[in-house]
């Protein structure tokens, strides 16, 4: 049986749909791993760093996302990854994955890297199988992992 990938389409966060966005909620055992949505939303607008997007399937905001880029290392970090409880299990947070590292190549090349809670295994499986890898770096709490082609 082919499973196929949800069409993600990753929207600028603005006056129309920020609220839709802060309503995304994971599911209650995955949120030791990830801050509300609310507060992803303050860090993009307040922090400077971090850039917020809508994950957006079949026309619903279904997760969040944010990006950064660090020039010092040349790579784009992704952040702040919730899929909503109600849109888990579709293989959203995959797909999300994979566009952002299709969003994020340059001429073939893909250097973007991630933190990891320790004791989320769930995420940290689904990194790997993507192949990211575990660097032994730490970010404050959390492991990072990097993609690198090219």
């Known amino acids: 049986m082919v499973v196929s990938r949800p069409a993600i389409r990753f929207v600028e966060v603005d006056a129309s749909n920020w609220r839709s966005l802060a309503d995304v909620e994971p599911r209650p055992e995955q949120r030791a791993f990830v801050a509300p949505v609310a507060w992803y939303l303050c860090l993009g ?35 702040g990854l919730v899929v909503d409880a109600a849109h888990q299990g579709r293989g959203i947070g995959r797909a999300t994955v994979e566009a952002f590292l299709d969003r994020f190549s340059d001429g073939g090349k893909t250097n973007v890297a991630l933190s990891i809670s320790p004791e989320n295994e769930v995420a940290r499986s689904l990194y790997r199988s993507i192949g990211f890898v575990e660097t032994g770096e730490m970010e404050g709490r959390e492991l990072v992992a990097r993609y690198r082609t090219g």
Do not use: N, Q, R
């Open 45 to 79: 607008h307040y922090g400077g760093t971090w850039h917020p997007l809508a994950i957006e399937t079949d026309g619903e905001i279904v997760g969040h996302a944010m990006w950064a880029f660090d020039e010092e290392e040349g790579s784009t970090w992704l952040g």
